[in-house]
């Protein structure tokens, strides 16, 4: 399956694959926070986090989210559709935390009235600032349109999301999308994922995902699984 390496990020390696236009992602162990400057392993987490974005890219492109999500190879591998990535992470939020916390001083936990979107520019070496409408205008990352679809979409899949964890006892605090044009269009790229959600058990506010590795808590592995666990009731 596995043909031509094309490239390493922090968390996944892709390679190209048999099939012209479909590429493969390899899911790692390897845990970094802080752009890099923490590292770490977290034991399974490639498996799970591969088993866990097939899962809800699958239960979006159920509920018409195009996505570039093809199937599932092995444990650590999916075939994605090969995208070109546009350098625009988008965050959705739902209660403060992390660095929204921080910005404004507001207490990680606070409910958000409504869901609060943000963009950041994908540039490790400008350690991904964040960006407005504008910023992304001038610097061309992505053209007005674009950025239209890629913030409605996210707001879909968290209107999508918000009810499904609820259903596996988990509050999706907040999370970050990336997208990538496919032939003329906008998809959901990436993974979704504990790496890139912030998961908090619904009656016990337990932290179920990366923050347990950023903050130093400890039970990673155990967290990860038991995302992965709770999901597979539900969909
Ligand atoms: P933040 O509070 O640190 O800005 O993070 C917001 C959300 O985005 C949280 O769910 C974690 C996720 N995230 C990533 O997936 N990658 C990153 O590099 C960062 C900084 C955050």
Request: proline share 4%; net charge negative; with cysteine.
């Amino acid at each position: 399956m596995k043909r031509d390496f094309l490239y390493e990020g922090k968390a996944k390696r892709v390679y190209t694959s048999a099939q012209p236009g479909l590429l493969v992602v390899e899911y790692k162990d390897d845990a970094t926070a802080f752009d890099g400057a923490k590292r770490g392993t977290i034991e399974s987490k490639g498996i799970v986090n591969n088993r866990i974005s097939a899962l809800l890219f699958q239960y979006l492109e159920a509920e018409g989210v195009a996505t570039h999500f093809e199937r599932l190879i092995d444990e650590r591998h999916m075939l994605v559709k090969q995208v070109e990535i546009v350098p625009v992470e988008v965050v959705v939020r739902n209660t403060v935390a992390g660095s929204l916390s921080q910005r404004l001083g507001l207490e990680e936990g606070t409910p958000l009235p409504g869901a609060v979107v943000e963009f950041y520019y994908k540039n490790d070496e400008l350690h991904d600032p964040m960006v407005n409408e504008d910023h992304i205008r001038v610097l061309n990352l992505a053209t007005p349109e674009e950025l239209e679809v890629m913030k409605e979409t996210a707001l879909r899949v968290n209107r999508l999301l918000v009810p499904l964890f609820a259903r596996a006892g988990i509050d999706i605090i907040d999370f970050k999308l990336e997208f990538g044009r496919y032939q003329g269009r906008i998809i959901l790229a990436d993974e979704i994922s504990p790496d890139t959600c912030r998961l908090w058990d619904s009656n016990t506010g337990v932290k179920l995902d990366k923050d347990r590795f950023r903050r130093d808590l400890g039970g990673e592995p155990e967290a990860y699984q038991e995302v992965l666990r709770r999901l597979e009731g539900v969909i």
